[in-house]
Structure formats: structure tokens, C-alpha cells
């Protein structure tokens, strides 16, 4: 849509001044709210890099318990046992919240043991599940450190847009439409300004006659 210019007046040119002291406000209150969500990122990462630190090492413990248990039963077999048998653990997305933000994040529930029936089993196996089962609430607090990361980065970048758009789109119109009307109000000034001296010498020559 084309930049259509403003009626110029005083009262525009009032207006005017008024927005963009009200853009500027809003400006920095963005900004503030920009970088105190910054700072509450640089707190968290310390947290999330600890996080994924401790799942890594309690998770490479658990797959080598698995090689183990691996190299003791056959590939065909642990495929048969899939098919057997049924999921211990339940995955829900609940409403969590963090930092003072809620957001969706993880949660398992109904955890317990394996029925595996008839199948014999290293265990080594069992070991490694339940080293797995004891890593779940880890995995599910460093799933929801990266969830509330992604959750405020995101709301870094929609505030980054807000002062991007208030700086190189609404300010400058506002800017360029009050020195339009200023211009223009300067410029009627100064021809009214003539045209009275010019009235004023016609009288006067008048007068004279």
C-alpha cells in the first residue's frame, strides 16, 4: 500500500510528535523485555549443558550394558521379544512450568518391569533397562531445559521483530510524515507572511493616493 502523506496542520503535526514519543516507549519496553529474556537464556544454558552432559554419560553406560546383553542373544530373538512384549513406560505432554513460563514438556509415567513370558533373557538386559528407567526423570528434566531454550529464543526473535519493524518501518514514516507537515507548515507561514507585506504596501500605496 502506498505512503499516503498527512493533512498537514498543527494538529497532525501534534499527533504525530505524540506517536513517536509512544514508539519510542514501546521501543524500549520491548527492548528491556528482550534482554532480561536474554539473560534468563544465558542462566538456563549453564543448566541445559549439565543436563545433556549427565544423560550422555548415564545413557553411553547403558548402551554398553546393551552390547553386552547384545552379544549374548541374537538379533532374531531380541526382535521376537519385541514383538512380545508390550511397552513398560508411558510418554505424556504435560503442561509444565519453569522459570516462570509454562509450556508443553514430557513427562514418563507407568514405568515397571518387562513381562517377557517364556523368553530368556541376559542380565545384562535387565540391567541396562532399568539404568534406562532410572535416567528418565534426567531425560525428561533436560527435554524440558531445551523446550523452555527453544520457548524464550523464540520469544527473543518475535521481540527482535517488534523493534526491527518500530525501527525501520513506523518510525521513519512518523518521522518523515512530521517533517512533510512541518515543511509544509513553514512554507504557508512564510508565504502568508509575504502575502501580508505585499496587502500591507498595496494599502499603503493606496493611502498615499
Known sequence: MAFERPVPSRLTLLRLRNQE???????KTVEDARNATIQRI???????????????????????????????????DYG??????????DVEFVDII????KFRGLEFRGVSSPNYG????????DSALYGIYGNFKAISEMMNLESLFYTLLARVREYQRMVNA???????????????????????EREEFVRRIVINRLLETMGRR
Do not use: H, Q, W
Open 98 to 101: 519453569m522459570e516462570g513460563l
Open 166 to 188: 518500530i525501527d525501520n518501518v513506523l518510525l521513519p514514516r512518523i518521522v518523515e510524515s512530521a517533517r512533510f507537515v512541518r515543511l509544509k507548515l513553514d512554507e504557508d
Open 118 to 125: 517364556i523368553f530368556a533373557i541376559p542380565p545384562e538386559l
Open 80 to 89: 521376537k521379544l519385541s514383538e512380545v512384549v508390550r511397552p513398560s513406560v
Open 21 to 27: 514519543r509512544l514508539y519510542r516507549s514501546i521501543k
Open 42 to 76: 544465558r542462566a538456563i544454558i549453564p543448566k541445559l549443558e549439565s543436563a545433556r552432559k549427565s544423560v550422555y554419560e548415564e545413557l553411553n553406560r547403558v548402551s554398553l550394558m546393551l552390547k553386552a546383553a547384545v552379544s549374548k542373544i541374537s538379533i532374531e
